[in-house]
C-alpha cells in the first residue's frame, strides 16, 4: 500500500508555470505506475499526464502535450509534473494516483485503473 501527497499547486498568471510534485511513502515505489488528473470546477476528473515504474515511459492527453512533462525521482520517491506555457483552462485540483504493477513497462490513462490517489492540490491559471 501506498500513500501520495500532492504539493506545490498555487496561482499563476497565463503564460507561466508551476511544478508538482507527488511523494508517495513506502518502500517500492518503483513498483507503481504513476498518473496525474485534473478536476476543472464543474466538470469530472480528467487524465493529464502518466508515467511508467522507470521514467522510460510517459503518455499525455492532447491538450497538454508539449506543455507539460511528467517525471520520477524513485530514489526520493517523488513524482513531478511540470508545466509551462499555462492556460486559464488547466484551472483546477491536480490529484496523483498510483497504481502498483508486477512486472512490465505499463502505464495507464484510465482514472478506475487507479487504486491510490492523493488529497489533490489547486492550480488556478489567470488571465
Known amino acids: 500500500q501506498v500513500q501520495v501527497v500532492e504539493s506545490g499547486g498555487g496561482l499563476v498568471q497565463a503564460g507561466g508555470s508551476l511544478r508538482l510534485s507527488c511523494a508517495a511513502s513506502?518502500?517500492?515505489?518503483?513498483?507503481?505506475?504513476m498518473g496525474w488528473f485534473c478536476q476543472a470546477p464543474g466538470k469530472e476528473r480528467e487524465f493529464v499526464a502518466t508515467i511508467n515504474w522507470s521514467g522510460g515511459s510517459t503518455y499525455y492527453a492532447d491538450s497538454v502535450k508539449g506543455r507539460f512533462t511528467i517525471s520520477r525521482d524513485n530514489a526520493k520517491n517523488t513524482v513531478y509534473l511540470q508545466m509551462n506555457s499555462l492556460k486559464p483552462e488547466d484551472t483546477g485540483i491536480y490529484y496523483c494516483?498510483?497504481?502498483?504493477?508486477?512486472?512490465?513497462?505499463?502505464?495507464?490513462?484510465?482514472?478506475?485503473?487507479?487504486?491510490?490517489w492523493g488529497q489533490g492540490t489547486q492550480v488556478t491559471v489567470s488571465s
Open positions: 494516483a498510483a497504481r502498483r504493477i508486477n512486472g512490465g513497462s505499463y502505464y495507464y490513462i484510465a482514472e478506475y485503473e487507479y487504486v491510490y
Open positions: 513506502g518502500r517500492t515505489f518503483s513498483s507503481y505506475a
